[in-house]
């Protein structure tokens, strides 16, 4: 089993700023890897970024490549998205995810509510 609870979301205005926080409990973090993901309203989930166990790999959606940054520290067991020049579009319920096994997510966070005003 694993916890995740994200914090850091928010309101900010288009070209601002915004640092997310996923915090991992249940199992050996530096173990595997872990993703964020969206779900805007009226929306299916959404591949926001992911990183590998030892930080080695990132991969990032076409809509936020250059403007957002997946990270973590495994001595924190936490996982961060920092997001930069933020637009309207990017208002969603943001989830972190971890991959036990396979190429999908196995746990999932509550989420956390990101709203960018223009």
């Known amino acids: 089993q694993v916890q995740l609870v994200e914090s850091g979301g928010g309101l900010v205005q288009a070209g601002g700023s915004l640092r997310l926080s996923c915090a991992a409990s249940g199992r050996t973090f530096s173990s595997y890897p872990m993703g964020w993901f969206r779900q805007a309203p009226g929306k299916e989930r959404e591949f926001v970024a992911y990183?590998?166990?030892?930080?080695?790999?990132?991969r990032y959606a076409d809509s936020v490549k250059g403007r957002f940054t997946i990270s973590r520290d495994n001595a924190k067991n936490t996982v961060y998205l920092q997001m930069n020049n933020l637009k309207p579009e990017d208002t969603a319920v943001y989830y972190c995810?971890?991959?036990?096994?396979?190429?999908?997510?196995?746990?999932w966070g509550q989420g956390t509510q990101v709203t960018v005003s223009s």
């Open positions: 995810a971890a991959y036990l096994s396979g190429a999908t997510p196995n746990y």
């Open positions: 990183i590998s166990s030892s930080s080695r790999t990132t």
